[in-house]
């Protein structure tokens, strides 16, 4: 049987070791942890690496601990920013802890022989005497070897500067590492590429107070081939939360990624056997293969595993429907559910029922003259409610109206415009 690190690095998880008896280490069953700051109510995209890595070790064998922020939330880490995090309030941070607690509860699979820890560092530190912490923590870490963090050292340099509130953030969270092997046996710290250093912190003062040694692994950031951000897109982040963002926006998401990134993707964020992705790439290659194959099944795997069936059902069900001389009824919901990623406008009855279908075209502008409207309308191009027109004299009628209340109208696969209709008295 392999190794969970033979797998991780096969799978394109590990960056770096702090050992490499590691390997060693984990052949029995050990604890793992990833930390997570309480930012938000949500975790997004690039937060699924640390969880997908978390579930493998849950795999093995390990058990996974996932660490939730509720004392170090208030500071926020400063890995990776260029300037310092908002202060949240105390109500909106528990909320946020709360949050991600109930999340952590749903996502992790059932089985496997091992339940998952989910904790809140405020449980610890939160009551800790500042006096009695500077004592008994503070004076393991020397300052020079603080300083030389590349996340600290970048944000002195720049314009902004770091207070001492972030400096002190790597102190706590090497305390946090330190108290869970103390008090639960955890051996083992991961984080993305950036927390090397505070990963570090924590087995150095381990060594310090305890005289043991304490092992930490790093996961490349889940960036795009342009070095962008993966969990971010151009409308903002791309919550894991359903509550944040719907199945189906999800799924859209990773349905869009490039063929140069779904590959990559489909081996950190699945748990699809490296064969049947070896294999995935080879199809990509061939004559006859269908675009964006690779994609949809990326899709399919990480709403199902984030949002389960259920979620990717919804996704696929409004995915169909949008499908231009799709059978799948269109429905208020689905309507509802993309109004946000498409052109909309907003007419009075009047101005919809009983008017040329090149009419109402022209008035929302999805063509630029009637002449078009015709020309679209001829050469196929035309569709109202996925359904092709091919009369230019098309009447649109109270029957069209979905729920009474939506109208959706195309100029072929691409260009949609979803028309909400009002009702004057």
């Known amino acids: 049987m392999k190794n969970i690190i033979d797998v991780l690095s096969e799978r394109g998880f590990i960056e770096q070791m702090t050992s490499p008896d590691l390997h060693e280490h984990l052949a029995k069953p050990r604890k793992v942890y990833i930390g997570f700051d309480p930012t938000a109510d949500s975790l997004h995209l690039g937060n699924l690496m640390g969880i997908m890595a978390l579930v493998w070790f849950q795999r093995f064998g390990h058990t996974p601990f996932a660490l939730i922020g509720g004392a170090t939330g208030r500071i926020g880490d400063p890995s990776g920013k260029s300037t ?3 202060v949240l309030d105390d109500k909106t941070l528990a909320a946020n802890v ?11 699979p059932n089985g496997y022989g091992v339940r998952p820890v989910i904790l809140n560092n405020n449980d610890w530190l939160g009551s800790v005497s500042l006096v009695d912490f500077l004592r008994d923590v503070g004076k393991h870490f020397r300052v020079g070897t603080m300083l030389a963090k590349e996340s600290v050292r970048s944000r002195i340099q720049s314009d902004e500067g770091m207070s001492f509130t972030e400096f002190s953030y790597q102190v706590l969270q090497g305390y946090d590492f330190y108290y869970l092997n ?8 991961m984080g993305g590429s950036d927390q090397w250093g505070n990963i570090t912190a924590g087995i150095e003062l381990n060594r310090k107070l305890k005289g043991e040694s304490l092992y930490g692994l790093t996961f ?7 070095g962008k951000k993966f969990g971010k897109s151009e409308e903002g982040a791309i919550w894991l939360s359903a509550a944040r963002l719907s199945p189906y926006h999800f799924y859209q998401h990773l349905f869009r990624v490039s063929d140069a990134d779904v590959i990559r993707l489909l081996k950190v964020l699945t748990f699809l056997d490296l064969k049947d992705i070896q294999q995935i790439e080879s199809s990509m290659q061939e004559a006859g293969y269908e675009p964006n194959t690779a994609q949809k099944k990326l899709a399919v795997e990480v709403t ?3 949002h389960g069936e259920e979620g990717v059902q919804a996704a696929l069900r409004v995915t169909t429907g949008m499908a231009p001389g799709s059978e ?5 919901e689905i309507l509802r559910e993309i109004s946000g990623d498409m052109p909309h406008a907003v007419l009075p009855f009047q101005e919809v029922v009983g ?7 022209l008035r929302v502008q999805l063509v630029p003259s009637k002449a078009e409207g015709v020309r679209l309308i001829k050469n196929g191009g035309a569709y109202l409610n996925n359904e092709r027109i091919s009369d230019p004299g098309s009447v649109v009628v109270k029957e069209h109206l979905i729920d009474n209340s939506y109208l959706l109208i195309s100029s072929g696969k691409k260009k ?6 009002i009702y004057q008295l």
Not at 328 to 332: C, E, K, M, T
């Open 84 to 86: 310092e995090r908002p």
């Open 182 to 189: 103390r008090h639960q046996g955890v051996t083992l710290q």
């Open 220 to 226: 490349p950031l889940l960036t795009r081939s342009d």
């Open 328 to 332: 799948a009824q269109l429905s208020a």
């Open 416 to 421: 949609k415009i979803l028309i909400k209709v």
């Open 355 to 361: 008017q040329k279908f090149v009419d109402v075209a």
């Open 98 to 108: 709360a949050s991600l607690a109930q999340f952590f509860h749903a996502i992790f």
């Open 304 to 306: 199902r595993f984030v």
